[in-house]
Every structure is written in structure tokens, then in C-alpha cells.
């Protein structure tokens, strides 16, 4: 096994090949590493020369050229919008803002965020359509960044690995040798286990990163409609084909989770999910075996 | 260039008080170029030659039209980056091929560059080739011999010409904001193996010539020659004599290379610039200083400070700038658009550039290419940088100091 890591959106990713050592394994965890801290500089809205930046600085007064990666990242990002019903959206850079989560705190938009920008692939160009617009990637770019790297790796022909980002966005290659799946701990007690194999896992918990806002500590992840934050004892972990689909589908899973009414009807066929709410029977929903509890007993999938 | 001058950088706040940013010119910061997009081919797509691209596809006055690459994967890859891009496997197809192509951007290795560039100046081409320009003098001297006598821009890829914060602060140096300078420091610290996996032996090879000692100027001339060309920017002039230490510390994977160098190179003047690269610890990355009586500049990409002496003369607008703490000193950070944001309120929002490095340069060449200007790394700057490069490297593989001939510079 080689493991290989770097810092990049402010937190720590780390590969494990499931090879031995050696100048070539090393040459390509090296090369996946390097496409993740290309994400880190292209979408970060911590920097400045970064292309979000850029669209945020210029595209409420002019169409903004993306390159055909960007445009693409943030085509499917409006389409998992309109899937998720509006639970996630990356249109919500000042209500992030307003909340305390990305540096200097502004006033709450007034009104709707939704439906701030729009796409032209003519010019393969964004634009905004509300002046308050900013565009946060923060619920995505990790999973995208990964599955990037894990498409690197595959490209230079390593077969098993494991990708982590933050230890909250995971990417599987294949399976570990000797093994039939990658099997990852969820939560801080590590009661359930995910089993991945060329899948992705994503968990996201609104307790992972607060402020304190009016008095109140809240969590970083928000119903973009509402602007209200998602309750702070949620978790939710989801399985999906790709980590930036894991990603988006596990910040929505909350959100749906908190506005009330049916999951299944919006949960992907291809998912699993698995719900848990504070003093409440976990829910698992989605194709049996993806998620197991650790103590050995045999869940129930809805 | 923007010159440090009060009436320039001057700010007036709503309440009527000045305040003095240290600030590029916006037009500098968000280059405007005239005309029809620039047709443009991108020889050579493997690492650099990917980001060129991601950045030629934000700068509406470029359009990318062909990519060429001898690596078929390397070359399907960058094809998918964009609907309609046409690939070719030699860049003599392409020349033939694709006859109203406007302008080429050369990211090759840089053993490579000598033919090619050769080919595409002779085929009437506006060029922008990486740097360094050549791995031997002999090849150096061919491309600016024909660079000299192209009716077309050829520009270079030595970034810190083109870098509206290394402009900005050498407009401070030129301004003898420094007064006597002491000394001159760079350093490009990463740990990595800087190695491209390659699908077959033969390949891998090929892909990491930058590892064979015969093909690649090493860290002195790959990485080094791109900092010391930022000295020579700022100071106009070139070293007489560089000494160099080389090891391989921790890569010991078969390379010819050293993975860890130390150069130390002497200005006529008794002035020296020492540098150091290694690819085994990441520890500060990649910068360059400036020190002198007065004041110390540093400069990283997309970064800029200024440290002032206690005894330098203070100005009004100091109390006004951003400044930042590096453990016990306090440095005023060069900030793009600082007019602007201030005005807005969001001064502290604006430390770094808004675009990168590399897309300055190449905006520059794209604006010299289609308003038949000069660009701002010309043939001759870029020639004799890699002429130190290369120096510099047979000083780390000897271990013994070379001298650097002025007049074969001035040759150049």
C-alpha cells in the first residue's frame, strides 16, 4: 500500500493505492494529487485569481468565459438543482456569507436566491441574472475534485485505491487487494460501515462546521430556499456512482430531510442513502448491502 | 507600467482623506485586447500544455482551433476539452494542415523547442514558446536568430514580465524604494517526485526527459531560470559567474538529476543572488526577495509584499495600506485593484491577482499578437535567461564556478 496526501480546500486529501511502492504508482498518485489542488485554485472563493472568483467579480455586469471543465461542473450543478428540487444550489454564496462561513459577514439577501445565474454554451459562458449573486462550489468541489483524481488514476492504469477528502467525500477504485470492498466507518462512533467498490461515499452533518449567528450556533449546511440552517443533530450519508453526485445528493438529502415529506421519491435509483436524526430510528433507504451497522446486526432498507 | 508616484496611486476616501494603495493599473490587471479573436494551436498538451489551454478558454480575444501532441492519449484527452478542436500528432501536419492558424503556443520539452519553433517563425506564425527557450546555447541562439527576423511576435513564457504584481513592485525598485541593494534570494521548495507516470518504458522515458540528464537543464534551468530572469527584470542586467551544488537526497529512482540544488550567482558588482530548489520538502514553496537598505520586496505568483526597514522614510499612505504578519515582521502587501475595493469597502478582499500568472502571459502574447505590439518577454530576455539556466546547470553538475561572458549575452 502507498499512500500519498496534500492540503487543498482547507483540508487534508489522502490517497491510498492498493499497490506496492515504486517510482510509477508513486508518478500517478503524484499526478491525482496535482488535479485536486488544480480544483483547490481553480474553485476556490478564498482566491482571488481563481475562475469562481472571477464569475463572481464580473459576471453580474458581463457573460463570464469558463474553460469547457468549469462550464461542464456547473451545467450538472444546475441540473442536480431542478432533480433536487432547489435543496442543492450553489447559488447561495451570500447567504454563506451572512451566516459567517466565508470570512468578512455581509447582510442576508432579501428574497429568493434561486435561479440567480444562467449557462450560455455558445460562448461557453456564465452569467448572473440577480446582482446579489455569488456562486460557492463548497458543497461540490471536493467530490468533484476526487473524482477527477480517481479518473487520473484509472488513466495510468492503478486499479485499487482509496480517495478521501477531509475524510468526508470518499472515492473507491476498485477494491482493496484480498477484499471485496472498501469498508469505511461513518460517524464518530463509527457504527455504521459503507462498502465501496468503483462507488463513492459522502457524509455531511451541518455540526461539522458552525457559527454563531444571532446568539444561536448553526450549522454550514442551509436550505437554499429558505436560507434557513439545516438542524444541527442531522447526518446524512449517501452512496452514489460518483463522488460529486455523492456530494450534492448527501447536502440535499438534509435539506429534503428538514423541509418534511417523502425521500424515496426523490432519492436516484442508483443511491444509497442513510438518514440519521437525533434520538430518532435511523432510516436507510436504496440498494441493500451499501451501508452495514459495525456491530454486525442486519439492517432494514426501505 | 504604473510608476509609484502620489498622484497615481492617490485615492481620495469620501471624507476627503488620501489614502495611497499600492496598486497595478486596472487596465493592467484586466487586459482589453482589440480585434478578431487570435486563431491559435497549442503544441504540446501535457501538464503545462493542459493549463495553457484551461486559460486560453477564459480569454475571449484567443480561440483555440488545433492541439498537437506526439502522445495519442495525451492528444484524445485534450481534444475533449473543447467541441471542434482538431489534433495532430506532429507539428508539421498541423503547420501544413491548418494554414490559417494565427498564432502558436509552444509546451513541448524543452529539448524540442528549438525545431519546432524554428518551423512555425518560418511559417509565418505569431509564437509563444515556454521557457526555457532551449536546453544547448547553440539552440538558444537559432530560435532568437529566427525570433529577430519574424515579421510576428514571438514572445516567451518568463512570467514575472508579464505579472501585474512583479510589475508593480519593480516599479518601487525602480523608484529606488530599496536604495542599496544587499542581496538577492529565491527558492522553489516541493516535495515530489516530478515524475509523469508513462504507460511503457520507452514512454515513461520520454515523458520524463526533466529526469535524464542529457535532455534536461535540471532544476537550475527548468525552475531556477524562471526566478533569476525576475532579478534580471528587475535589476536590467545579468550575473558574471555562478557557482552550484547538486544531490540527489531522495529520489533515488534511477534520475540523472539532482532533486536538491544550491546556485549562488555573482553580479559584476559583488552583489549575488543565492537560490534553492528541492523537491523533497514543500516548506515555504516557491518565492523571490529583494533586500536592500531601505526595504525588502517579496514576490510569490500572485502575491506581493513589502517590508520596510525602521529607518526607512514613512509615507502618509502607509497607515492607509494592507498589511500582513510573517512571525516578527510586517509586510505591506501589493494588492491588485486596491482603488477599487477600497472604494467598495473590500481592501483586505483583494490581496492576491485576480487572474493567474500564466494567463497574464498569455494575454499579453494574445494583445501583442493582435495589436502587433511587444510583448512583454521578448526573444533576447527570454535567451538569455536560459543561457544563465543553462550555465547554472553546468555549474551544479561540475560543482565548480562558471562564468557567464556578457558579450555572448549581449549577443542574444
Request: charged share 20%.
Amino acid at each position: 500500500m502507498l499512500r500519498l496526501a496534500t492540503r487543498a480546500m482547507g483540508t487534508r486529501f489522502e490517497l491510498v493505492l492498493g499497490c506496492e511502492d515504486g517510482p510509477q504508482a508513486r508518478a500517478a498518485g503524484e499526478a491525482a494529487l496535482e488535479r485536486i489542488e488544480q480544483c483547490d485554485a481553480r474553485y476556490s472563493v478564498f482566491t482571488n485569481s481563481s475562475l469562481i472568483a472571477r464569475a463572481n467579480r464580473d459576471a453580474c455586469e458581463k457573460p463570464v468565459r469558463l474553460d469547457p471543465e468549469l462550464y461542464g461542473l456547473l451545467e450538472r450543478c444546475l441540473a442536480l438543482r431542478a432533480e433536487t428540487d432547489g435543496a442543492f444550489d450553489i447559488a447561495i454564496g451570500p447567504l454563506m456569507r451572512a451566516l459567517g462561513f466565508r470570512g468578512q459577514r455581509i447582510d442576508a439577501p432579501r428574497g429568493s436566491n434561486l435561479g440567480a445565474f444562467e449557462l450560455d454554451r455558445a460562448t461557453s459562458s456564465v452569467r448572473f441574472t440577480r446582482p446579489d449573486t455569488q456562486l460557492d462550489l463548497g458543497s461540490i468541489a471536493k467530490g468533484h475534485a476526487l473524482d477527477l483524481a480517481a479518473a487520473t488514476l484509472r488513466e495510468n492504469g492503478i486499479e485499487s485505491a482509496l480517495l478521501h477528502g477531509g475524510t468526508s467525500s470518499v472515492v473507491a477504485l476498485g477494491a482493496p487487494p484480498d477484499a471485496d470492498s472498501w469498508r469505511v466507518r461513518i460517524g464518530p462512533d463509527g457504527t455504521w460501515e459503507a462498502r465501496l467498490r468503483d462507488s463513492a461515499l459522502s457524509v455531511s452533518a451541518p455540526h461539522g462546521r458552525t457559527a454563531d449567528f444571532a446568539g444561536h450556533k448553526v450549522g454550514h449546511i442551509l436550505d437554499p430556499r429558505s436560507g434557513r440552517p439545516v438542524p444541527l443533530g442531522l447526518r446524512a450519508a449517501v452512496i452514489a456512482p460518483s463522488a460529486e453526485a455523492a456530494d450534492a445528493w448527501s447536502t440535499a438529502a438534509l435539506v429534503l430531510r428538514a423541509r418534511g415529506g417523502s425521500l424515496e421519491l426523490r432519492r436516484p435509483h442508483d443511491q444509497g442513502w442513510l438518514l440519521e436524526d437525533e434520538g430518532r430510528e435511523p432510516l436507510l433507504l436504496g440498494q441493500h448491502g451499501c451501508f452495514a451497522p459495525h456491530a454486525g446486526l442486519e439492517p432494514t432498507y426501505r | 507600467m504604473t510608476s509609484p508616484d502620489r498622484r497615481q496611486l492617490l485615492h481620495a476616501s469620501a471624507g476627503g482623506a488620501a489614502a495611497l494603495f499600492l496598486a497595478p493599473s486596472f487596465e493592467l490587471l484586466h487586459p482589453t485586447i482589440l480585434g478578431a479573436p487570435l486563431t491559435v494551436a497549442v503544441i504540446g498538451v501535457g501538464r503545462q500544455g493542459r493549463a495553457i489551454l484551461g486559460e486560453l478558454a477564459t480569454i475571449p480575444e484567443a480561440s483555440v482551433v488545433a492541439v498537437c501532441d506526439s502522445d495519442d492519449s495525451r492528444l484524445q484527452s485534450a481534444m475533449r476539452r473543447a467541441q471542434g478542436l482538431r489534433g495532430y500528432a506532429s507539428h508539421i501536419e498541423l503547420l501544413d494542415k491548418e494554414p490559417g492558424i494565427a498564432a502558436v503556443v509552444i509546451a513541448t520539452p524543452t529539448h524540442l523547442h528549438k525545431e519546432i519553433a524554428l518551423a512555425c517563425i518560418a511559417a509565418g506564425k505569431h509564437v509563444f514558446c515556454e521557457t526555457p527557450l532551449a536546453h544547448t546555447i547553440d539552440d538558444t541562439r537559432a530560435i532568437v536568430t529566427a525570433a529577430k527576423g519574424s515579421s510576428k511576435v514571438f514572445a516567451a513564457g518568463y512570467q514575472g514580465r508579464s505579472n501585474p504584481v512583479y510589475s508593480l513592485a519593480r516599479s518601487f525598485f525602480k523608484a529606488g524604494t530599496l536604495r542599496q541593494l544587499s542581496h538577492l534570494r529565491a527558492q522553489d521548495h516541493k516535495k515530489t517526485t516530478w515524475r509523469t507516470p508513462g504507460s511503457t518504458p520507452e514512454r515513461d522515458r520520454e515523458l520524463n526527459w526533466h529526469l535524464d540528464a542529457e535532455l534536461s537543464l535540471g532544476l537550475a534551468g527548468e525552475k531556477g531560470s524562471h526566478q533569476l530572469d525576475v532579478f534580471h527584470h528587475f535589476l536590467g542586467r545579468h550575473p558574471v559567474a555562478v557557482r552550484g551544488t547538486g544531490e540527489i537526497r531522495l529520489h533515488k529512482d534511477g534520475r540523472t538529476v539532482a532533486d536538491t540544488i544550491l546556485l549562488e550567482a555573482r553580479f559584476e558588482d559583488g552583489l549575488r543572488a543565492s537560490y534553492s530548489a528541492t523537491l523533497c520538502n514543500s516548506y515555504e514553496g516557491r518565492y523571490e526577495l529583494i533586500g536592500g537598505e531601505m526595504a525588502l520586496i517579496k514576490l510569490g505568483w500572485t502575491h506581493g509584499w513589502m517590508f520596510k526597514e525602521a529607518d526607512a522614510p514613512t509615507q502618509g499612505w502607509e497607515v492607509y495600506a494592507n498589511r500582513q504578519q510573517y512571525h516578527n515582521d510586517s509586510g505591506i502587501t501589493l494588492i491588485a485593484d486596491a482603488t477599487k475595493l477600497a472604494a467598495q469597502g473590500k481592501l483586505t478582499e483583494g490581496v492576491g491577482l485576480p487572474y493567474t500568472s500564466l494567463y497574464y502571459a498569455l494575454a499579453d502574447f494574445v494583445k501583442a499578437a493582435s495589436e502587433g505590439k511587444a510583448p512583454a518577454c521578448s526573444a533576447s530576455d527570454a535567451a538569455r535567461s536560459t543561457v544563465v539556466g543553462i550555465l547554472a546547470n553546468q555549474a551544479v553538475r561540475s560543482g565548480s564556478e562558471v562564468a557567464i561572458d556578457p558579450a555572448l549575452l549581449e549577443s542574444l
